[in-house]
């Protein structure tokens, strides 16, 4: 256990909390129907449960795969190869992955700059069609002496159907403050609203978001996960392509922030995830959010811009 402030939020199981959670950790062994995998969470090499999966029940694939770096992801440790080499190990999942789309079903794909070529070109070869390439700023990140502080990644969205999908655009829209705002010729606000808290206006959202934090010590949605994703980032691609009571399918679940941020939102998960130790803060997290639906940086249906308190 690490030594920890007592203003550290970050998740933690207790001894008696990992006995009771480990009794329902479960595999995959035999083809599942999907009422068998709605809001489970099965702990199990991917590649050993994509074949039971049902076919054509998922509303919406999130996927954050190990990126073409070297991560140490609990006792699994990975490094980084060619793009070709990479490209091959994406392929070996990938193809299997979207089958448990619905026909007018959407699919996002997180990576960093390095390996996005790669995300993309995989797509298309899946006969995806790519719609958009959201690039998101982390605040955090190393500097460096002799090149560029990298604080950017990628998410690609994509599609099964050209035409038919399910996109929500009014669910996602950002509260921006106004700097300069502008009057009808009667004097009233034009596209704004003045609030207790200043003057605001709606937003569509762009394919460049500037407002995610990333999990720290002080968040309660913070693990110890190497790549843990925003359950505010992920709250936006769930809200514009799935709809609610929805399922949402993560492949390489981790600590559980799309299935927890689903349910948050009223949808259904499915994950998988090769961890045990991942599943466990999977799981408390779970229970904790049957209680308490916050999501940080979202609020009264809203996206707000970062540090505005929300």
């Not at 709605?38 to 702990?43: G, H, M, N, Q």
């Not at 960093?112 to 298309?124: E, F, G, N, R, T």
């Amino acid at each position: 256990m690490k030594e920890r402030s007592a203003r550290n939020k970050t998740l933690t199981l207790t001894a008696d909390e990992r006995e009771r959670l480990s009794a329902s950790l479960t595999s995959l062994t035999g083809s599942a129907l999907t009422a068998d995998v709605t809001d489970r969470i099965f702990c199990q090499d991917l590649m050993s449960a994509l074949p039971l999966l049902p076919q054509g029940f998922a509303d919406l694939l999130i996927i954050d795969p190990p990126y073409n770096l070297s991560i140490q992801f609990g006792d699994l440790k990975t490094r980084k190869s060619s793009d070709e080499a990479y490209l091959e190990y994406v392929l070996s999942w990938l193809p299997q992955t979207l089958r448990l789309l619905k026909p007018t079903g959407s699919v996002y794909i997180c990576c960093d700059w390095q390996s996005s070529p790669v995300i993309y070109s995989a797509l298309k070869q899946c006969g995806i069609h790519v719609r958009n390439r959201i690039t998101w700023q982390r605040e955090k990140g190393r500097g460096s002496k002799s090149n560029w502080k990298n604080s950017m990644e990628d998410i690609w969205y994509g599609t099964v159907d050209a035409k038919q999908f399910y996109f929500d655009v009014e669910a996602v829209k950002q509260k921006r403050r106004v700097i300069a705002p502008y009057h009808t010729e009667n004097g009233q606000p034009k596209d704004w609203e003045e609030t207790d808290e200043g003057k605001f206006r709606l937003t569509c959202p762009s394919n460049f978001w500037d407002d995610i934090s990333i999990p720290y010590w002080s968040m309660p949605e913070n693990t110890d996960h190497p790549t843990q994703k925003p359950e505010k980032l992920l709250a936006k691609l769930i809200l514009a392509s799935c709809p609610e009571g929805g399922i949402v399918a993560d492949p390489f679940i981790g600590s559980g922030s799309t299935a927890v941020t689903a349910l948050k939102l009223n949808r259904h998960y499915l994950g998988i995830e090769l961890n045990p130790e991942y599943v466990l803060w999977a799981l408390k997290r779970l229970e904790k959010a049957k209680s308490d639906k916050h999501i940080q940086g979202y609020e009264d249906h809203v996206f707000w811009e970062r540090n505005s308190g929300k």
